[in-house]
């Protein structure tokens, strides 16, 4: 009797994992499924948006979202001091302008001026990714 018992629990144990197994939950969180990022994730809010040009370099996360080519670095650690990378982001203008933003940041804004190797990688990165021009 007492052995007949154990062999029953032996089975049922046997068979509930397996039977989970070859069934999938239909309740089961679609996000939490591998491959896909969950909207639950704390850590997606610290994630920086990665939206970028679509023929472009991808954005890198760990820049802000900057798409990621020579130079973004150098920009992000420019221009964050202040703000985000969104405001870049968003923009799309001349190189005239960029040229004037720039020294409207230094002058009026107080932003530290780098060297001029640094300060020509940066305002080449910005006339290539965000231009209206090209
Ligand atoms: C010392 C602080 C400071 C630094 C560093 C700085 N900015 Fe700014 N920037 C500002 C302020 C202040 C504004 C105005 C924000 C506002 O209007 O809310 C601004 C605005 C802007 C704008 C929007 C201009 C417009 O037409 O509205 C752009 C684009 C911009 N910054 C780009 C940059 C870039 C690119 C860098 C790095 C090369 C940079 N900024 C670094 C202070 C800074």
């Given at each position: 009797m007492r052995a007949i018992t154990k062999a029953v629990i032996a089975l049922a144990l046997l068979a509930g994992p397996a039977d989970a197994q070859a069934r999938p939950d239909?309740?089961?969180?679609?996000?939490?499924?591998?491959g896909t990022i969950s909207q639950?994730?704390?850590m997606v809010a610290l994630r920086a948006p990665?939206?970028?040009?679509?023929?472009?370099p991808a954005a890198n996360a760990e820049l802000g979202?900057?798409?990621?080519?020579?130079?973004a670095e150098e920009t992000y650690y420019q221009c964050v001091a202040?703000?985000?990378?969104d405001i870049i982001k968003q923009q799309r203008i001349t190189d005239a302008r960029w040229d004037e933003l720039w020294q409207w940041m230094v002058e009026e804004q107080g932003m530290f001026e780098p060297d001029p190797e640094t300060r020509d990688v940066i305002l080449a990165y910005l006339k290539t990714q965000f231009s209206s021009e090209r």
């Open positions: 239909p309740m089961r969180d679609a996000s939490l499924q591998a639950t994730d704390p990665t939206e970028a040009a679509p023929d472009g979202g900057l798409p990621d080519a020579p130079g202040c703000h985000s990378t």
